[in-house]
C-alpha cells in the first residue's frame, strides 16, 4: 500500500511558476513509476508527467514539454512537478498517481494509488 499526499497547488498569474510535490507513505517507493496527471473543469483527466523509478527516465504530454519538470527523491519519498510559464489551460486539479509498471506510463489504468489532488489556478 502506498498513501500520496499532495502540495503545493494555489492561484498564479500567468506566466508565473508553481512546484507541486507529492509525498508517498508506505513501503517500496522506489520501487513506482510516478505520474502526475491533471483535471480540469468539465474535462477528463488527462496524464502531465511521469518519472521511472530510479529517476533516469521521465515523459512528458506535448503541451508542458519545456515548461514542465518532473524529478524524485526516494531518500525523501518524493515526487515534484515544477512548472514555468503556466498558462490559463493549466488550470486543472494535479494528481499524484504511483505504478507498479513501467509501461503505458500515460495511462490511467495503469497506476495502483492516487493522491488526492492539489488545485492548480492560473489566471491571466
Known amino acids: 500500500q502506498v498513501q500520496l499526499v499532495e502540495s503545493g497547488g494555489g492561484l498564479v498569474q500567468a506566466g508565473g511558476s508553481l512546484r507541486l510535490s507529492c509525498t508517498a507513505s508506505g513501503r517500496s517507493f522506489s520501487s513506482y513509476t510516478m505520474g502526475w496527471f491533471r483535471q480540469a473543469p468539465g474535462k477528463d483527466r488527462e496524464f502531465v508527467a511521469a518519472?521511472?523509478?530510479?529517476?533516469?527516465?521521465?515523459y512528458y504530454t506535448d503541451s508542458v514539454k519545456g515548461r514542465f519538470t518532473i524529478s524524485r527523491d526516494n531518500a525523501k519519498n518524493t515526487v515534484d512537478l515544477q512548472m514555468n510559464s503556466l498558462k490559463p489551460e493549466d488550470t486543472a486539479v494535479f494528481y499524484c498517481?504511483?505504478?507498479?509498471?513501467?509501461?503505458?506510463?500515460?495511462?490511467?489504468?495503469?497506476?495502483?494509488?492516487w493522491g488526492q489532488g492539489t488545485l492548480v489556478t492560473v489566471s491571466s
Open positions: 498517481a504511483a505504478s507498479l509498471y513501467i509501461d503505458y506510463v500515460r495511462n490511467m489504468e495503469m497506476y495502483d494509488y
Open positions: 518519472i521511472s523509478w530510479g529517476g533516469h527516465t521521465t
